[in-house]
C-alpha cells in the first residue's frame, strides 16, 4: 500500500523554539492534512491543504503543500509547552473510483517540549 | 468538536469472545472509518462505510466485520478477538461535500484481549 514518510519520529526542544516537521511520499497526493493527537485521546485535525504549492496557517502552525505533490510540511513558531503530542501528517491520492475516500498516514512526530 | 461518540471507552476481553465496538455520529456524514493505532504502526485503516449498508475493506481488514443500518451508527465486530487486536481504535467521519479532505476523529477505544 501507500506509505508516508513522516520525519523526524521524535523531537525534544526547549520551551520557545521553531519546530519543523515534514511528509514526504513516492506517490501524488491532491490533499494534505495535519493532525495533532494527545495522550488518550483522538487526533485533532489541525491544518488541511488541497493545492500545490499551497501555504495555510493556524496561529502559530503553518503548513504547506509541496509543489512537488509528493510531501508537505508543518511548521510551529515559538513552542509553548501544550504543544507537546503526536503530530500526523495524511493525505489523500488523485486516483478515482474507492481509494478517493481513504486517507494514508505517516507514522507520526513525537513532539516534547522543555518549559 | 465533531459530534462522534465511541462506545465502549475501554474493554478488556478474553481471546476467543466476540467483541462489538460502536461508533455513533451526530453530524450526518456519509463517510465512517474505522482505524486501528499501534506504535510503530501508526493509523492503520481496517474498514470504511460510504453510505448506509455501504462498507468496504480497508488494509488491515482480517478478523474484523462492520455493519452500518443507519447513518449515525457504525459499528466493528471482533468475531473472535484475539491477543494481536489488543490496541486502540478510533472511529472517525467526514462529511460529503467532497469526499474525504477532511477527517474527524473520535475519542478512542482501549481494547485490551487477554
Known amino acids: 500500500g501507500q506509505q508516508l514518510n513522516q520525519s523526524p519520529q521524535s523531537m525534544f526542544i526547549q520551551e520557545g523554539e521553531d519546530v519543523s516537521m515534514n511528509c514526504t511520499s513516492s506517490?501524488?497526493?491532491?490533499?494534505w492534512l495535519w493532525y495533532k493527537q494527545d495522550p488518550g485521546e483522538g487526533p485533532v485535525l489541525l491544518i488541511a491543504?488541497?493545492?500545490?504549492?499551497e501555504l495555510t496557517s493556524n496561529g502559530r502552525l503553518t503548513a504547506q503543500f509541496g509543489i512537488t505533490r509528493k510531501d508537505s510540511f508543518l511548521n510551529i513558531s515559538a513552542s509553548i509547552p501544550s504543544d507537546v503530542g503526536i503530530y500526523f501528517c495524511?493525505?489523500?491520492?488523485?486516483?478515482?473510483?474507492?481509494?478517493?475516500?481513504?486517507?494514508?498516514f505517516g507514522k507520526g512526530t513525537l513532539l516534547t517540549v522543555n518549559p | 468538536d465533531a459530534g462522534i461518540t465511541q462506545s465502549p471507552r475501554h474493554k478488556v476481553t478474553e481471546t476467543g469472545t466476540p467483541v462489538t465496538l460502536r461508533c455513533h455520529q451526530t453530524e450526518n456524514h456519509r463517510y465512517m472509518y474505522w482505524y486501528r493505532q499501534d506504535p510503530g504502526h501508526g493509523l492503520r485503516l481496517i474498514h470504511y462505510?460510504?453510505?448506509?449498508?455501504?462498507?468496504d475493506k480497508g488494509e488491515v481488514s482480517d478478523g474484523y466485520s462492520v455493519s452500518r443500518s443507519k447513518t449515525e451508527d457504525f459499528l466493528l465486530t471482533l468475531e473472535s478477538a484475539t491477543s494481536s487486536q489488543t490496541s486502540v481504535y478510533f472511529c472517525a467521519i467526514s462529511p460529503e461535500r467532497g469526499g474525504i479532505e477532511t477527517q474527524y476523529f473520535g475519542p478512542g477505544t482501549r481494547l485490551l484481549v487477554l
Open positions: 506517490s501524488i497526493f491532491n490533499t
Open positions: 491543504l488541497y493545492k500545490a504549492g
Open positions: 462505510s460510504y453510505g448506509v449498508k455501504d462498507t
Open positions: 495524511a493525505g489523500r491520492r488523485s486516483v478515482g473510483g474507492g481509494s478517493n475516500y481513504k486517507l494514508t
